[in-house]
């Protein structure tokens, strides 16, 4: 059901606008819904970022697994434990860029004894990283359609997505590797028996979504080609705000845009948001200096005043002393034990 429900919310999106095309809403699917979609993407991811923005962080809370800035002689590790911003923007651009945390990722099994064995999980940071750069190389291909002039780079850049020139029109190579990677994520999610555990509906939606997108466009491209004139005329007046629909445009372009719009309405609500998260996460974005600068927690009270661990003995040494933790002063004697002992002495 997991994978069931998804699946099915995807056909259904692809069955509504596919009759929608059919029934003369180009208008609707083409140009009110994408101008919709748009501007709650914008909006919610936004709205976010800068709830992330204000939430205070009361510690510095940086995961760490290297050396710390420590004594002189001792090397610190200066991306893994960073202590400066410098280090800190160093370690967020391998992050960013090449998924440094995911490269470094371990998986752990138990087998006979039990006894807990590690190993490597490369494949993931590989079918991770196959996938972000195809979708980043498809997304500025598509600048074309709606610039005019097109930037410098986009030829460029085409050109090297088809270097190997096969077919008419040439396969783009993140063409493949887009579907690829969607392929290897899902077929992690299904073969991976802890990560099919705890894998949820909202899971797989984004891997059916994206991959029905990447279908549709493949299918525009290779095989059901359309009158790219009129598609670059709309996408010219949508990024212009005077969008036309001059002539018929096949039906599968409407699932297409649809599906994209659908996706972009649903990226500020999902997990797919870990594209803003990443720079507000505290477990990278914050430097490893507890030790060289005083933080104070911005949700204390400015009219508390500290409580310091000797006022804090003072108040409860007695419920200490019986409860049979160590104090550093000892309780003074009480006036029925203190009489006999000055008898004594008399």
Known sequence: MKILYPFIAVIGLIVIAFLGAEAGLSSLFGIVIPYLAITI????????????????????????????????????????????????????????????????????????????????????????????????????????????????????????????QIGTPPIMMSDVVILTGLLLLFCRRIF?????FISLPADYFPLFLIFAIASTGCLMRYFMRTDIIYIKELAVGLATFHPTIAGHISPLFYIHIFLVSTLLIYFPFSKLMHMGGI?????????????????????????????????????????????????????????EEAAPAAEGKA
């Open 41 to 164: 993407f914008l909006v919610g991811f936004i709205r976010k970022v800068v709830g992330w923005s204000k939430s205070p962080v009361p510690f510095r809370i940086p995961t760490t697994c290297g050396q710390a800035n420590s004594l002189p002689w001792i090397k610190q590790n200066k991306i893994e434990c960073p202590s400066t911003m410098r280090g800190v923007l160093k370690r967020m651009f391998l992050e960013v860029f090449l998924f440094r945390s995911l490269f470094r990722n371990t998986q752990a099994d138990i087998y006979d004894g039990p006894k807990l064995r590690y190993g490597s999980s490369k494949y993931l940071w590989l079918f991770g990283l196959m996938f972000h750069y195809s979708f980043l190389v498809i997304i500025l291909r598509h600048m074309r359609l709606f610039t005019d002039p097109m930037p410098f780079f986009i030829p460029i850049l085409r050109f090297g997505d088809g270097f190997l």
């Open 279 to 335: 720079f507000m996460n505290p477990t990278r974005n914050l430097a490893n200096n507890s030790r060289m600068v005083r933080h104070i927690n911005p949700w204390n009270d400015p009219n508390l005043k500290p409580h310091s661990y000797a006022s804090y003995e003072d108040e409860f040494r007695e419920f200490m002393v019986e409860a049979g933790i160590p104090v550093d002063k000892e309780l003074p004697p009480k006036a």
């Open 192 to 196: 991976v028996p802890k990560t099919r």
